[in-house]
């Protein structure tokens, strides 16, 4: 089997790497000020953040494309201000993989801050800490399982990414050929080898992930139960 | 000297209470449900009243609509329920984590008898040795006012008499007002130089009890 192009592997990393890193920052601050407060429209909120972990992916790339088309609000945002277009470049790879990977992480998040007492974190306010040192001694070291688990799966759903990419990024080989599309494009080319090669290699890389997540949550979310009462 | 004068909505009655704490043991006694622990939370800034003021050696804790000190600026001492002891950090980094000086928190371990857990995680000591650690933790803050919601309910009947003793010999050690909250009348009776009764977020016609001190 000759598989010269490896930019596939590549792409998809850098991608989904990226995409994962902005939605880890977005997914926890939004999870901390809208999960935890009350207040008008939190369900509407709420709901349009989980959207797209129910609609199918092209209903988002057919979103997106609006948004950010020629004639799209940000489209035409972009290309005024920076003389910038997003369609069929690797950014518009990376915006793809970010909106359908952040529902796993804000709802990783949510949950993993509302898992432990609230007033653990107002017995350190009530010792004089400030919220920034409170967040990343108290919050953040105990809500890091739920957090990582949502790491984890939004990775592994960035990877996987292809209807909203396809339909926003297209396949330009070399430039926005992440595995999902290099497989469905080596198929349809009728090369089943290629085609075979990326799967071996997107199921392991998922098959590890989950089995690696699996493990250490078990070894780490029972780490501060009280094991004498 | 602390006072409060508070009014607050909850969902089934308005809490409504004005009371006055000088350098004494103050319970605020009623049965569970009654407002107690919101009273407490309004007082250390994790709840917000809906009116009124709270004064705290002539300093306004809070004033409606006009003054709020956020929690971590009040200096009072806060001993939850549940201790809520920072289940990943060791004894030590628990009461090292707002502590004046190290001298102060090392003086408080051994006083409460303590010292030999540094190392350990919350999960590993006994209910008893968590209150310490948490009454330690609170003291190690040089608080203005200590504030103890139900400390004792989860000891069983030994380790309860002896923290309860421990509470006088701390208070009068050091001095400073303390409110705790009970829904035991033994237990109110025992510690408290006044008993407030609390029913539906209103004082019952502010009587007040007085008993000697046990240790008298």
Request: proline share 4%.
């Amino acid at each position: 089997m000759d598989v010269t192009n490896l930019s596939p592997l590549w792409l998809s990393f850098k991608t989904a790497g990226i995409a994962t890193i902005i939605v880890f920052i977005t997914g926890i601050i939004l999870a901390r000020f809208i999960a935890r407060n009350a207040f008008p429209g939190k369900s509407i909120l709420e709901a349009i953040f989980m959207l797209p972990l129910v609609l199918p992916p092209t209903v988002v790339g057919f979103g997106l494309l609006y948004l950010f088309g020629k004639n799209g609000f940000l489209g035409k945002l972009l290309m005024n201000s920076f003389d910038f277009q997003v369609v069929f470049t690797w950014y518009a790879v990376i915006i793809s993989a970010v909106v359908v990977s952040f529902p796993l992480m804000y709802q990783s998040a949510a949950a993993a801050f509302q898992q432990y007492d609230s007033n653990i974190e107002n017995a350190a306010y009530t010792m004089g800490a400030s919220k920034w040192r409170v967040f990343w001694t108290i919050s953040f070291p105990l809500a890091w399982p739920g957090l990582l688990a949502g790491l984890v799966l939004s990775f592994a759903r960035a990877l996987g990414e292809f209807g909203a990419t396809l339909m926003l990024a297209g396949y330009i080989p070399n430039v926005t050929d992440t595995i999902p599309l290099a497989i469905y494009f080596a198929v349809e080319s009728g090369n089943m080898e290629l085609a075979t090669f990326w799967v071996v290699i997107i199921v392991t890389l998922g098959f590890t992930a989950i089995l690696w997540l699996n493990w250490w949550s078990k070894r780490n979310m029972m780490r501060y139960t009280d094991r004498r009462r | 000297m602390l006072k409060v004068d508070i009014q607050k909505a909850l969902s089934h009655f308005e809490i409504d209470v004005s009371f006055k704490v000088e350098n004494k043991i103050v319970v605020l006694f009623g049965a569970s449900g009654s407002g107690k622990t919101t009273i407490l939370n309004c007082i250390s800034g994790i709840d917000k009243p809906d009116k009124g003021k709270i004064l705290l050696n002539n300093e306004t804790l809070f004033e409606e609509k006009k003054i709020f000190i956020p929690i971590q600026h009040r200096k009072i001492g806060h001993l939850f329920q549940d201790y809520a002891l920072f289940p990943h950090m060791t004894v030590w980094k628990n009461i090292a984590y707002g502590m004046k000086t190290e001298k102060l928190a090392k003086d408080l371990m051994t006083e409460l008898s303590i010292s030999h857990l540094k190392d350990q995680y919350p999960h590993a000591i006994s209910g008893g040795e968590k209150q310490r650690v948490a009454i330690a933790r609170a003291l190690a803050t040089e608080p203005k006012l200590l504030l103890l919601d139900e400390p004792f309910s989860a000891l069983d009947d030994d380790t309860r008499t002896k923290s309860q003793k421990e509470l006088l010999r701390l208070h009068e050690l050091w001095q400073i007002p303390i409110i705790m909250v009970t829904h035991s009348h033994a237990e109110a009776k025992k510690l408290g130089d006044e008993i407030l009764y609390v029913k539906e977020g209103k004082l019952q016609d502010n009587k007040i009890e007085k008993n000697p001190p046990i240790y008298q």
